[in-house]
């Protein structure tokens, strides 16, 4: 029994990794004329030069059982784009993930003020530290976290401005951005139907809403839509009374 369980895990995380090989492919097709026809001056894509990493956080932790995905908007520059993993912060990728030993690549076209240095970067985001960190602290163990919750960026590319500043795509208007953001929902209705997820949560506005969107029918097809604060530390919700009511938020929306 043990051992048909073990080969189901194996077959669904093999089917989360061609999903997002696929998508990444499809995504870099796209970067040229997002980069011509919006405001990004530079786009890289975490799941090509970090997919070391990507594969094994897909590997390792993809085929546990979740029916619930935790859907943040697209990485960061400190977080997902440092390490192919969704809210990303280097010292969670490795203390709680377990991804110690990834080949991540310095790609080409990225910013000259936001080098990537992978898993020796030693700024940790904010937003990935206080994501994972509550997820630990809710479930107990790294592996209960995964039985329940899956972390998915709706978008896997990092958007930058001339500047560096980053750039969300909720920001961004256009066919070219129209184009990316088509490809991000059909990938999202992948990962739901690998998974058979119930439901999803969006962490902040933005991501429900996209949910929403590449799923219209989902009450029908019994897919619950919510959605949590983000843990930005721009975000005043976030921060308000040193964290407390954020965590009590999210904690509560959890499986």
Same mark, same amino acid.
């Given at each position: 029994? +043990?051992?048909?369980?073990?080969r189901?895990?194996?077959?669904?995380?093999?089917?989360?990794?061609?999903? +997002?090989?696929?998508?990444?492919?499809i995504?870099?097709?796209?970067?040229?004329?997002l980069?011509?026809?919006?405001?990004?001056?530079? =786009?890289?894509?975490?799941?090509?030069?970090?997919?070391?990493a990507?594969?094994?956080?897909?590997? @390792?932790?993809g085929?546990?059982?979740?029916?619930t995905?935790?859907l943040?908007?697209n990485?960061?520059?400190?977080g997902?784009?440092? #390490?192919g993993?969704p809210f990303?912060?280097t010292?969670v990728?490795?203390?709680?993930?377990?991804?110690?030993?990834?080949?991540?690549?310095?790609?080409s076209?990225?910013?000259?003020?936001?080098?990537?240095?992978?898993?020796?970067?030693?700024?940790?985001?904010?937003?990935?530290t206080?994501?994972w960190?509550?997820l630990?602290?809710?479930y107990? #163990?790294?592996?209960?976290?995964?039985?329940?919750?899956?972390?998915?960026?709706?978008?896997?590319?990092?958007?930058?401005?001339?500047?560096? @500043?980053?750039?969300?795509?909720?920001?961004?208007?256009?066919?070219?951005?129209r @184009?990316i953001?088509?490809?991000?929902d059909?990938?999202?209705?992948?990962?739901v139907?690998?998974?058979?997820?119930?439901?999803?949560?969006g962490?902040?506005?933005?991501?429900?809403?996209? =949910?929403?969107?590449a799923?219209?029918?989902?009450?029908?097809?019994?897919i619950?839509?919510d959605t949590?604060?983000?843990?930005?530390?721009?975000s005043?919700?976030?921060?308000?009374?040193? +964290?407390?009511d954020w965590?009590?938020n999210?904690?509560?929306?959890?499986?």
């Amino acid at each position: 029994m +043990g051992g048909d369980r073990e080969r189901e895990d194996i077959a669904i995380s093999q089917q989360l990794l061609l999903a +997002g090989q696929k998508m990444a492919r499809i995504c870099n097709l796209q970067i040229p004329e997002l980069i011509s026809q919006t405001d990004v001056c530079y =786009a890289t894509n975490p799941l090509d030069y970090a997919a070391s990493a990507h594969e094994q956080y897909l590997q @390792k932790w993809g085929g546990l059982g979740a029916q619930t995905i935790l859907l943040g908007m697209n990485p960061g520059p400190w977080g997902m784009g440092q #390490t192919g993993v969704p809210f990303g912060a280097t010292g969670v990728v490795q203390e709680i993930l377990g991804i110690t030993n990834a080949e991540i690549i310095h790609p080409s076209g990225a910013h000259p003020k936001r080098p990537v240095s992978g898993l020796s970067l030693e700024r940790q985001e904010v937003s990935g530290t206080r994501l994972w960190n509550l997820l630990l602290q809710h479930y107990g #163990t790294s592996e209960r976290i995964f039985e329940n919750v899956f972390v998915l960026n709706h978008c896997p590319l990092l958007l930058l401005g001339e500047s560096g @500043k980053n750039l969300t795509p909720d920001k961004l208007t256009g066919e070219a951005t129209r @184009k990316i953001l088509s490809t991000c929902d059909e990938h999202l209705l992948k990962v739901v139907e690998i998974l058979k997820i119930k439901k999803i949560i969006g962490v902040g506005k933005y991501a429900e809403k996209r =949910a929403k969107i590449a799923i219209p029918n989902h009450k029908k097809l019994g897919i619950e839509i919510d959605t949590v604060w983000h843990p930005s530390p721009a975000s005043p919700l976030a921060n308000k009374n040193d +964290g407390m009511d954020w965590r009590a938020n999210v904690s509560a929306k959890l499986p």
